[in-house]
């Protein structure tokens, strides 16, 4: 069954006529967040009964949700053919001065979408590529997220949130869906969340990249970066031996960005692995004239990871290294390290439960 949110507003005036039915369809999904065509109340029952024959609504049924100390929750969502992924709301605390002065206190939202169910790029420290590549998501699939994670936490529909594509699988291996995604965020008359709010994360297919760039979208770009040399890196991500990174920093250097905001380089520290004052020397030199934020992560442990968490005195120095040389880096909170933080393992610990 196919999801009728996978329709553009353009291509639901196609379908359905008279044009305004489509826009009040259009408005019962993304306004009032409707999930079956009966909750559609002034839409004619003929309409209706003719897209329930092609189409559903909310495509993602919700297996489980967990809430993290900090606020932070983790969906597992179940799909149609049922294959499941996962998707996780962050709040974010924000203190802001009002014009009295007073300092006031403000959430707000990022939701961490998933692209694929699955992924085939093989990261070695990942529990998503443990899995295999199953299929990739539809744009409606993404959009889902959004929309129902919103209306589960009564964000309000002129909320704007900012959307990282950082869940399960690789966006830009589902190019065709993601960019037709974002741009059906940004509509006005949908959930009106800018490019500027959208972020992609990628392992660095320079290729696509490239690709991406000519679009200009708007968007963010992040680099899954987590080595500073081509052989470790390699030995992390496979995919290094296609795109190396010489081939990423180039990409990345070709990307047009807006003159305010800097592209993230997230950085996944391993104990003894990475976390050394010599790997952050070399990134400090690879990263010369990007304008650049580099995101620190602690490696979170699963159960049989080859990998460990780094000691925070070398995830401290690493950090202090990078910003006395110019290099403006944070160290990601761990936000919900008591629920199942990296992505994969809300999904793998429920399908251990189950089995
Ligand atoms: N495929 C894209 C986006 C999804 S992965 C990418 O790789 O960028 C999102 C982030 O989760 C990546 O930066 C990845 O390195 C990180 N991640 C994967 N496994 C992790 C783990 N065990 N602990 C902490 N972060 C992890
Ligand atoms: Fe795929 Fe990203 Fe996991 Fe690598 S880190 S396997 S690219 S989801």
Request: proline content about 3%.
């Amino acid at each position: 069954m196919k999801t009728i949110l996978d329709l553009t507003k353009e291509e639901l005036e196609e379908i359905v006529k008279p044009s305004f039915r489509a826009k009040q369809i259009y408005h019962w999904i993304y306004q009032k967040y409707a999930e079956t065509f009966e909750d559609m109340k002034n839409i004619p029952k003929s309409i209706k009964e003719e897209l329930a024959k092609e189409y559903i609504v909310n495509p993602l049924e919700t297996v489980k949700i967990e809430v993290s100390s900090d606020g932070s929750k983790k969906y597992l969502f179940r799909l149609h053919d049922g294959y499941t992924m996962e998707s996780v709301l962050l709040p974010m605390k924000k203190k802001k001065i009002d014009e009295e002065g007073n300092i006031i206190h403000e959430t707000k939202f990022s939701i961490c979408v998933s692209s694929q169910v699955g992924c085939k790029i093989g990261c070695a420290f990942c529990l998503t590529a443990k899995e295999g590549f199953k299929r990739n998501l539809t744009a409606g699939e993404i959009l889902a997220q959004v929309i129902y994670i919103k209306k589960d936490n009564d964000i309000a529909q002129n909320r704007s949130v900012n959307i990282v594509y950082m869940g399960m699988g690789e966006p830009l291996d589902n190019m065709a869906n993601v960019v037709k995604a974002v741009k059906m965020f940004k509509d006005p008359d949908g959930l009106a969340i800018g490019a500027r709010r959208q972020t992609i994360s990628t392992s660095g297919l320079s290729a696509q990249i490239e690709k991406l760039g000519k679009m200009d979208l708007g968007i963010l770009l992040a680099i899954s970066l987590h080595a500073v040399d081509d052989e470790l890196r390699e030995k992390l991500m496979p995919i290094n031996k296609a795109y190396n990174i010489e081939s990423v920093i180039n990409a990345v250097r070709n990307f047009p960005i807006d003159a305010r905001k800097r592209v993230m380089f997230e950085y996944l520290v391993m104990k003894d692995l990475n976390d050394d004052q010599t790997s952050a020397k070399k990134l400090v030199k690879l990263l010369h004239g990007i304008k650049a934020k580099v995101n620190l992560i602690y490696f979170n442990p699963y159960p049989g990871s080859p990998f460990k968490r780094p000691t925070e005195k070398d995830m401290m120095g690493f950090k202090d290294y990078l910003n006395n040389h110019g290099v403006l880096c944070t160290i990601r909170q761990s936000k919900g390290l008591d629920i199942s933080a990296a992505c994969g393992q809300l999904k793998e610990k429920t399908d251990n439960d189950m089995a």
